[in-house]
């Protein structure tokens, strides 16, 4: 999971800095895109939100993805 948020932040970031907040703890990472109208921003979080949600299905216990 790390390797997937730490890869894909690197991703946004390299794509648009100042339109990236994030925040990332042991166990927990939150981003926040304010403008989302970036074709390969939105390419680079389908990326992010599709792994993530597989690895949710084989270990719901241990992933929970809330999308605001």
């Known amino acids: 999971v790390s390797a997937i948020v730490v890869g894909g932040l690197n991703a946004l970031l390299n794509e648009n800095k100042t339109s990236i907040e994030y925040e990332c703890k042991e166990g927990y990472s939150r981003v926040f895109v304010k403008n989302i109208d970036n074709d390969n921003i939105q390419k680079i979080l389908d990326v992010i ?9 084989s270990y719901p216990k241990f992933i929970k993805i809330i999308e605001k």
Do not use: H, M, R, V
């Open 49 to 57: 939100t599709t792994q993530l949600y597989t690895i949710e299905e």
